[in-house]
Every structure is written in C-alpha cells, then in structure tokens.
Antibody, heavy 120, light 112 residues
Framework: DVQLVESGGGLVKPGGSLRLSCAAS????????MNWVRQAPGKGLEWVGH??????????DYAAPVKGRFTISRDDSANTLFLEMNSLKTEDTAVYYC???????????WGQGVLVTVSS | DIVMTQSPDSLAVSLGERATINCKSS????????????LAWHQQKPGQPPKLLIS???TRESGVPDRFSGRGSGTDFTLTISSLQAEDVAVYYC?????????FGQGTKLEI
C-alpha cells in the first residue's frame, strides 16, 4: 500500500524559511511525479507545484504565488520528497499535502498533510 | 491558466435522494489526440485529506461506490450521487490536469 507521511511543519515568522518532508513507502519517488497541494484554514485546495520523475527529466513546475520562493526536490536514497519554502508570507499559512500523480497527470493519492503557520 | 468554477457552493440533500454538483472549466480540457477529458473529482471528508473519486471525467476509482458517477466533456462536467448516504457528507472538488498549473474548483460542501 502507498503511504505518504509529511513532516516539518510548524510556526514560522514572516520572511522565514521552512523545509517540509514527505516520506514515501509503497512507491519509489524517483520514478513518480510528485505534487504539493495546500489548503488554507477553512479554504479550498491550491496546487503548489510538482516534480517530474527522473526518467522524464526531473524538472519542477510551480504555481505563480510560490514561484521563486518554493523549491521541490527529492532524495532518492531516502525515498523522500521535500518542499523548501523561503520568504514565507502570512498567506502561505496552510495544511500542505504531498500527493502522487499518475502517468496522465491525475493526482491519485494524498498524504495526511502537515500544518504550516506563518505569523509574527 | 485554466480556472475551475463549481456550483453550488453548498448543497443539502435528503438521505436517499440525488445530489448533483457542477463544474465548469474556463478552457477546454478535452485532448483531441486521445479524446479524453483531463478532469478529476476529489472527496474530502471532515478532518481528512482528499481522496480521488473519479478520473477522466467519468472513470470511478477502484472501491468507489457505483452511486457516484461523473459526466461531461469539454468545459462542463457534473458529479452525481444517485442515492445520498450519510457517509457522503464531504466537500467535493473538481480538478483539471490538462496542463500546469493544475487547478481545483472552490469546492462544494454537501450536507444532509
């Protein structure tokens, strides 16, 4: 069975940085397309970005609100996905979900999520 | 960028009755080369992460009850629950995966 377990969330001040991790089991992150999706408190889902599989080039793509501030990467040896978040703003406060994507682009499995709070 | 708009924002339906949620994309999400609609429906129950219900606009995931069905093509889609059960209380989101940035509708809250 696929399991995705996010960690690394917490409280950070505006302008600060945080790195989220998503430990995967049941899948191999190097051959999967992996996403980050966030959900602000009481709000809907917002796509943050994804990283292509190694065989497809491994490049990442981002939503406009986070481009230039967030970076998606992975550690193949640890089978873990990361989201490096810099220059954090209060509007980045959300639960961040790690999710897999099938070969067609459909997001097909979600982790449990981790809360990030950006506040002074 | 493709924008997804759902209607209604919330819906109350009696147990055993039909529930219908609409989703409209600002651009066509039907790929002419394979005649497939790049449209998914996700269900998020209170306090839980989302779960994929339907892909390709109408293909139910394994284990999803057949009371859930998806229809539509191009820019207009619907999710129908034929006979509402108590466990179907959730927020439902449509999502396109035609290109990036992927986008979700604002969600429809379904209540009894």
């Amino acid at each position: 069975d696929v399991q995705l377990v996010e960690s690394g969330g917490g409280l950070v001040k505006p302008g600060g940085s945080l790195r989220l991790s998503c430990a995967a089991s049941g899948i191999t992150v190097s051959i999967a397309w992996m996403n980050w999706v966030r959900q602000a408190p009481g709000k809907g889902l917002e796509w943050v970005g994804h990283i292509k599989s190694k065989i497809d080039g491994g490049a990442a793509d981002y939503a406009a609100p986070v481009k230039g501030r967030f970076t998606i990467s992975r550690d193949d040896s640890a089978n873990t996905l990361f989201l490096e978040m810099n220059s954090l703003k209060t509007e980045d406060t959300a639960v961040y979900y790690c999710a897999t994507e099938d070969s067609s682009g459909c997001i097909d499995f979600w982790g449990q999520g981790v809360l990030v709070t950006v506040s002074s | 960028d493709i924008v997804m708009t759902q209607s209604p924002d919330s819906l109350a339906v009696s147990l055993g009755e039909r529930a219908t949620i609409n989703c409209k994309s600002s651009q066509n999400v039907l790929y002419s080369s394979n005649n497939k609609n790049y449209l998914a429906w996700h269900q998020q129950k209170p306090g839980q992460p989302p779960k994929l219900l339907i892909s390709w606009a109408s293909t139910r995931e394994s284990g999803v009850p057949d009371r859930f069905s998806g229809r539509g093509s191009g820019t207009d889609f619907t999710l129908t629950i034929s006979s509402l059960q108590a466990e179907d209380v959730a927020v439902y989101y449509c999502q396109h995966y035609y290109n990036t940035p992927y986008a979700f509708g604002q969600g429809t809250k379904l209540e009894i």
